[in-house]
């Protein structure tokens, strides 16, 4: 294990990897450490929804923070693919928002939208409420799991070391403490979602997301459905990904109440389609901070510890813009001070920001 590196990563999902990336291009030394493997948490739970505008939450700050990260997608798109082998399996449909309400989202510009008619035209079995859905062309998705580790694979190609089922014990000054002793490191880096609970004192909840996959052979999504903070989508296997659940615990393991739930949200976006086969079925934990907002920032008190976590329902969205974010703090670039207030770890201390 090297024992002295300019930055410390802690935690191998979606958030860590790009920042892995993004960091070693920079040509800094980078250790990551996961405590189990790569993107096999909240990321491996995740759907991979890009969705700028279906998740717009009122915060024009956040707005333009998760659009700069939908770019920063197609911006590495390539060089990110060509260096690990690994695509994105980006699909680029878009998200349809069912009972979409212009008067209650400024953003209603950015899409276009459709009637029950023109929806049912293009998916005959889909159940479409009167008032039809909006468009949003930009709000892509990609493959949660084979992104992280396309990111991951990217990093590792540049000279990043990663180490898995290594576990963080402890954090003190310049020094991380793991199972197989002490690692020097002049910058460190926390992003193991709610696990940072356990390094740093985060007010953050815990919110369990139950997910299932269908057998969608034979039907044609072209868009990305959503309502109300429940999905579905295709993917390129043709398989149909349902979620999710929200359910305020942290109770492992899958349950027939998340899966009685789950065929409802997908007969409530497409009739019949309760009765397509199940294929999987799996759960995942999200940090949930206090206002909803990610801690994205230099810890408090701490002259070389960052944070990067909370992230919530966005991860997958958010992970590239988090990641320019948090190169730039190192490297000392200038940063928009609006951002750096909405996003401040302070808020997650319970001081006032």
Request: glycine content about 10%; charged content about 20%.
């Amino acid at each position: 294990m090297k024992k002295t590196v300019d930055v410390a990563i802690i935690g191998g999902g979606i958030i860590g990897n790009t920042i892995a990336f993004f960091l070693a291009k920079e040509g800094l030394s980078i250790a990551l450490y996961e405590a189990e493997k790569i993107s096999s948490g909240t990321t491996k739970a995740a759907a991979g929804m890009l969705g700028a505008h279906s998740e717009y939450i009122g915060n024009n700050d956040f707005y333009s923070f998760a659009r700069e990260s939908q770019n920063l997608y197609w911006d590495v798109k390539t060089e990110v693919e060509e260096l690990s082998g690994i695509e994105f399996e980006l699909a680029t449909g878009g998200i349809l928002q069912y009972q979409y309400n212009p008067s209650k989202n400024a953003l209603h510009s950015a899409g276009r939208h459709l009637t029950a008619n023109e929806i049912k035209q293009t998916i005959p079995y889909a159940n479409v409420p009167e008032q039809g859905g909006i468009l949003f062309k930009e709000d892509i998705h990609v493959h949660p799991e084979q992104t992280c580790k396309a990111f991951s694979k990217a990093a590792q190609s540049l000279g990043v070391n990663l180490y898995e089922h290594t576990a963080v014990r402890s954090i003190q000054n310049e020094l991380i403490t793991t199972e197989d002793g002490s690692v020097a490191a002049k910058n460190i880096v926390v992003t193991a979602g709610i696990g940072s609970q356990t390094l740093l004192p985060l007010k953050m909840s815990t919110v369990k997301g139950q997910c299932l996959k269908l057998n969608g052979e034979g039907v044609n999504l072209p868009y990305t459905l959503f309502y109300e903070g429940t999905y579905m989508l295709q993917r390129a296997d043709n398989s149909i990904v349902v979620g999710a659940t929200m359910e305020f615990n942290y109770h492992k393991g899958i349950t027939e109440e998340g899966e009685a739930q789950l065929l409802n949200i997908a007969e409530n976006f497409l009739h019949q389609s309760s009765r397509l086969p199940i294929l999987d079925q799996w759960y995942g934990f999200r940090p949930k901070t206090v206002d909803d907002l990610p801690y994205i920032g230099k810890m408090p008190g701490e002259n070389n510890v960052y944070i990067a976590t909370g992230h919530f329902r966005n991860g997958i969205l958010l992970a590239p813009a988090t990641a320019k974010m948090i190169t730039d703090l190192i490297k000392g670039n200038a940063i928009p001070k609006e951002r750096l207030h909405i996003f401040d770890p302070q808020r997650g201390l319970g001081i006032e920001v």
